[in-house]
């Protein structure tokens, strides 16, 4: 079974930084694509970002572009995300979720999420 | 970037067929074949229902189709149950290595 683990969720004072993980298993890891997707309070999820299998392609959505950075480990079957500048509106919870295939653009797995709380 | 569109909410009664529409533009829904759907109950993470346009993840109910004609994306939910009662998102790749959702569309099963 694919369980997907993430952490690094927390309360944060807005400019600050964090950092998630996401700890895969069950499955080839460095067979597909992941991404990131957040869901804030009352509101749909929205796409934060994605990498491609082997690391050769990312994306990130406008509203966190030149602030948060995806990375993936393959030898560790693990997933990061690095958000730098944090705001207010980048309260949410947040899902590490697998693609079914190798290049970011459907997402077929999703994690139970971990809550990143932007507040002074 | 801007959100697709979905209606705010559809409904209909069991054993029905509902659509639920996912409009966007000639850089999104219609420039690609990358469409994706999505189920969520209250308090669960969304669940992929239709891939690239019109496929079923194994595990599905073939109760679920998808469609796309132009700019506009489309799921079909036939025989409603009482479970398909949920929130449902559309997805598309939107070109520059970027992916948008829609708004969501509440199904309501009367």
């Known amino acids: 079974e694919v369980q997907l683990v993430e952490s690094g969720g927390g309360l944060v004072q807005p400019g600050r930084s964090l950092r998630l993980s996401c700890a895969a298993s069950?499955?080839?890891?460095?067979?597909?694509?992941m991404h990131w997707v957040r869901q804030a309070p009352g509101k749909g999820p929205e796409w934060v970002s994605g990498?491609?299998?082997?690391?050769?392609?990312?994306g990130y959505a406008d509203s966190v572009k030149g602030r948060f950075t995806i990375s993936r480990d393959n030898a560790k079957n693990s997933l990061s995300l690095q958000m730098n500048s944090l705001r207010a509106e980048d309260t949410a919870l947040y899902y590490c979720?697998?693609?079914?295939?190798?290049?970011?653009?459907?997402?077929?797995?999703w994690g139970k999420g971990t809550t990143v709380t932007v507040s002074s | 970037q801007s959100a697709l569109t979905q209606p705010a909410s559809v409904s209909g009664s069991p054993g029905q067929s509902i659509t639920i529409s996912c409009t966007g533009t000639?850089?999104?829904?219609?420039?690609?074949?990358?469409v994706s759907w999505y189920q969520q109950h209250p308090g669960k993470a969304p669940k992929l229902m239709i891939y690239?346009?019109?496929n079923r993840p194994s595990g599905v109910s073939s109760r679920f189709s998808g469609s796309k004609s132009g700019n506009t994306a489309s799921l079909t939910v036939s025989g409603l149950q009482a479970e398909d009662e949920a929130d449902y998102y559309c997805?598309?790749?939107?070109?520059?290595?970027?992916?948008?959702f829609g708004g969501g569309t509440k199904l309501t099963v009367l």
């Open positions: 990498i491609n299998w082997d690391n050769d392609r990312t």
């Open positions: 690239d346009v019109s």
């Open positions: 979720v697998k693609d079914v295939g190798g290049i970011y653009r459907n997402m077929e797995i």
């Open positions: 997805c598309s790749h939107a070109g520059s290595n970027t992916l948008i």
């Open positions: 000639s850089s999104d829904v219609g420039g690609y074949n990358y």
């Open positions: 069950g499955l080839s890891f460095n067979g597909y694509a």
